[in-house]
């Protein structure tokens, strides 16, 4: 299991694309020992040419793109907030950076799926 | 720079003076403008969910809970203008809600941003230090300032010249203590989590007696480690509802009792070999070894 959102998502494109650790480490032309170490946490930031390459490599969509790029800046957001968004197709990679970067008051904290409601909702309330 | 407490304050400071606000309460509708950040109220919040923020496309928006009591939505506005000014995030999961967990110290130093933008120290102290100590005149800054009782009482504790400490309790054990300068420099230490002293009014309170007015009590009922002595004077009051009990406590001196000299500071000092020499304007170096 990936310790990072980064890794995990990256593990996710990946597989998705049934491709091996080392194909993709050959096609973003980067070490694989260092993209292994991205997709299990051991690596958290890489920088935005690798990124770039690696998105290329994985064939990565818009969406997915944005999320590689706003986790890689932001190794503390939550796995399961990834899991939630790749699962959650409706969810806008502004919508998941929003939902990833809120912060509470209080000792509650609502569900992913509330959670990007309430993004949406506040938005929609603009004007 | 890492993050403390007095860098938390510098930057609260910084937007207080950028506002410049001359009256009370303090403008929050200004601070949320400085900050460049838009606010929404939230009425589907639940009653334990006082507000949340977040970012979209570099905009930031601040929520608040509309069902809350105003003061309470002024300080939650200040809360989450702290993690956006201060960059702190909050925690994924749900925190516990148990007094023996402590506080996160990112919330911890949102609080104090909050407090510094809601009490400005050039319009709070002044007011505070003409004040009488007691819960009558931390009820009368709370309603003048449009804050909770409990935000109040922390900072008059914080700013006041005098020596003394508002302390919040929750079912018998001590949260935190907010102590004045006079009595941090003195070593005054309420220990977190302790129980309250049996002896105290707190405790009296607590078990259902009925008291009027401030009490005596013995500094080191409340102190900890407190070799001075001393009799502080103690008000207070209960909140049945949430077993919550929030006390004050003051020397009615203007400064704590000296530092008692223990038998070996006695001896130091009665010995005159060890104390420095008079000052004759002759230096004492170099010395004849001089190096040349």
Redesign the interface.
């Known amino acids: 299991m990936a310790l990072t959102g980064l890794g995990f998502l990256l593990q996710h494109l990946r597989e998705e694309r049934r491709d091996s650790l080392r194909d993709v480490a050959k096609l973003a032309d980067i070490d694989h020992a260092y993209y292994y170490r991205l997709e299990t946490g051991g690596k958290e930031s890489p920088s935005d040419d690798v990124l770039a390459k690696i998105i290329k490599a994985l064939k990565a969509g818009e969406r997915e793109a944005e999320m590689l790029r706003y986790l890689a800046k932001h190794p503390?957001t939550?796995t399961?907030?990834v899991e939630y968004a790749l699962k959650d197709k409706t969810v806008t990679s502004?919508?998941f950076?929003?939902?990833a970067?809120?912060?509470?008051?209080?000792?509650?904290?609502?569900d992913y799926p509330k959670l990007i409601e309430?993004?949406r909702?506040?938005?929609s309330?603009?004007e | 720079m890492a993050m403390d407490e007095f860098s938390v304050i510098m930057e609260a400071r910084k937007i207080v003076r950028a506002v410049n606000p001359t009256a009370i309460p303090a403008p929050v509708e200004a601070y949320v403008e400085r900050v460049g950040a838009?606010l929404?109220i939230?009425m589907?919040l639940?009653d334990?969910?006082?507000?949340?923020?977040?970012?979209?496309?570099g905009k930031k928006?601040i929520?608040v809970n509309g069902k809350d009591s105003p003061e309470r939505q002024r300080f939650?506005i200040c809360?989450?203008l702290a993690?956006i000014v201060l960059g702190?995030?909050?925690?994924?999961?749900?925190?516990?809600?148990s007094s023996y967990v402590k506080r996160a110290q990112a919330?911890i130093y949102?609080d104090i941003f909050a407090a510094e933008l809601l009490l400005p120290f050039g319009l709070f102290r002044p007011l505070a230090d003409k004040a009488e100590i007691s819960l009558v005149s931390i009820d009368a800054l709370a309603n003048r300032f449009n804050v909770s009782f409990m935000a109040a009482g922390s900072r008059f504790a914080a700013v006041l010249k005098a020596p003394c400490a508002f302390v919040f309790s929750e079912k018998g054990k001590v949260r935190y203590g907010v102590r004045s300068t006079a009595l941090r420099d003195a070593g005054a230490w309420i220990a977190p989590r302790i129980e309250i002293p049996q002896g105290s009014l707190s405790a009296k309170l607590r078990g259902g007696v009925a008291c009027d007015g401030p009490e005596e009590i013995e500094a080191d009922e409340w102190f900890q480690h407190w070799e001075r002595g001393g009799t502080l004077l103690e008000e207070a009051r209960h909140l049945d509802r949430f077993d919550q009990t929030l006390t004050l406590l003051w020397f009615e001196d203007e400064v704590p009792p000296p530092k008692r000299g223990t038998g070996r500071d006695t001896e130091i000092e009665e010995d005159e070999d060890v104390l420095l020499k008079e000052l004759d304007g002759v230096l004492p170096w170099p010395g004849k070894k001089r190096r040349r």
């Not at chain 1, 970067?101 to 609502?110: E, K, S, T």
């Open positions: 503390e939550d399961a907030l502004e919508e950076s929003s939902a970067g809120a912060v509470f008051r209080g000792n509650i904290r609502p309430r993004v909702r506040m938005l309330m603009e | 838009i929404k939230d589907s639940a334990n969910e006082p507000g949340w923020s977040f970012d979209h496309k928006y929520c939650t809360h989450e993690h702190l995030p909050s925690e994924h999961q749900e925190v516990p809600s919330e949102c």
